[in-house]
């Protein structure tokens, strides 16, 4: 939505400026508010008042200008007196298509708190910038298209990141957060595609749709370990991603629909316990996918999760999961081994193995090779044919339900009626009873 007009806009706004011109509208200045505000002191109650300046700026005042300084605050004379007023916030498109304007710079003092929304927006050539310590929120779209971009340092009282916020800065190589900022917004970095590297917050818990979609200089991503939620498209078409690591953390967390889709220079998945559920399209068209490790607590595998991952060898599937969508490896033409440890076999998707190598080998838990035929997992499939896994020399696993209390000798085998004092299995733990 932020990035369709680009063209369109880039119109409007030099045909105004020349219909100003021509009116004789342009002057020199950069347009600014002045505002008094009077506000009740929530601790004492008594009223107080407060004067700052926002910048307010016009297509007719800025167009001309490669450089601004903001000075810290205006003296302004007022009912007979000289005010301060101190510059605290950029207002909603202020500087919005300064296409000449190259840097800007603020006094060491600053006190501004706020840029507003597209405050610095297709200032295509602006390449130096440096925001006070004092801002506190970056509004959406802020910095979109600002094309002349290679670094930027987040101050460190940001909270707030808007939606879009540094969309399609194509030239942005490096960003440094110096911030505990808690949360990247939807679209925030989007189309950056010269950004080789980020360094995520360790107090960032949450990563928007689209967040890092389109960067395609992006090689490598380490998640913190606070992230509980990182949404839809997050890093689709990072075409240089070759390695993801995901925290091991007490957080369970999933894998959004189309979260790698098309990176296709990845080529190692290793899923930790913490990840719970990869949704539909996760790792679609992952062309340079080899190995997928998925851990035991994964449970559920969405639709085309793995389609046209065609260099993936070998699979195990882990027997806790509980669904395997349609068309999951759907297209993974060099799949020669898949190892299913599901006791309880069920039917997959539709379509969930088709088109994989025709010589794959489809291994089974010792027992249970015509259960799985009955479900579907048959030589028809699984072309180099459905063989069991040899039979288990002790206790290979045990399933239980924590809400039941039943108990189990060393051998995995019910008991009935426990003895005071025997050594049982009871909810997943070896116990005593007393």
Request: hydrophobic residues 35%; positive net charge.
């Amino acid at each position: 939505m932020f990035m369709v007009s680009r063209v369109l806009r880039k119109v409007v706004v030099v045909t105004l400026m020349v219909i100003k011109s021509v009116a004789g509208l342009c002057d020199d200045g950069i347009d600014y508010k002045y505002i008094t505000e009077h506000v009740r002191n929530p601790e004492t109650g008594i009223p107080e008042t407060f004067r700052h300046a926002e910048v307010v700026g016009t297509l007719s005042t800025k167009s001309g200008y490669e450089s601004f300084t903001f000075p810290e605050k205006f003296i302004r004379y007022n009912s007979g007196q000289y005010v301060d007023f101190p510059l605290t916030i950029f207002r909603a498109h202020c500087l919005e298509g300064c296409y000449n304007l190259k840097r800007v710079t603020f006094s060491t003092t600053s006190q501004v708190t706020t840029i507003g929304d597209f405050s610095f927006a297709y200032c295509t050539n602006l390449s130096k910038i440096s925001l006070p310590s004092s801002v506190t929120t970056i509004g959406g779209g802020a910095f979109h298209s600002c094309w002349g971009l290679t670094s930027f340092v987040l101050p460190p009282k940001v909270q707030e990141l808007g939606t879009a916020a540094f969309s399609d800065c194509v030239n942005l190589t490096s960003f440094t957060f110096k911030t505990k900022l808690t949360s990247i917004s939807d679209y925030c970095f989007y189309g950056c595609r010269s950004l080789t590297s980020v360094d995520i917050p360790y107090s960032v818990r949450k990563i928007g749709r689209h967040a890092f979609e389109s960067c395609h200089s992006l090689t490598s991503v380490v998640l913190p370990i606070n992230v509980a939620e990182v949404r839809e498209y997050a890093f689709r078409n990072c075409t240089r991603l070759e390695s993801m690591t995901f925290p091991d953390n007490k957080v369970k967390v999933s894998i959004r629909r189309a979260m790698f889709d098309s990176c296709i220079s990845l080529e190692t998945v290793v899923l930790p316990s913490t990840i719970f559920y990869v949704g539909d399209s996760a790792f679609c068209n992952c062309t340079r996918l080899r190995e997928v490790v998925i851990s035991e607590e994964t449970d559920s595998i969405g639709h085309h999760a793995f389609h046209n991952c065609r260099r993936i060898r070998r699979l195990e599937i882990p027997s806790t999961m509980e669904r395997i969508g349609d068309s999951a490896f759907m297209g993974c033409e060099q799949l020669d081994s898949v190892y299913v440890r599901l006791l309880e076999p069920y039917a997959f998707g539709t379509d969930a193995f088709k088109d994989i190598s025709g010589k794959c080998v489809l291994m089974v838990p010792y027992g249970l090779r015509q259960a799985y035929i009955e479900k579907g997992w048959t030589e028809q499939v699984f072309r180099g044919g459905v063989k069991e896994m040899p039979e288990p020399e002790g206790i290979r696993s045990v399933r239980y339900k924590s809400s039941s209390g039943r108990y189990y000798d060393l051998q995995g085998r019910e008991v009935k009626a426990p003895r005071r004092g025997g050594i049982y299995i009871r909810n997943g733990r070896k116990v005593k009873l007393k």
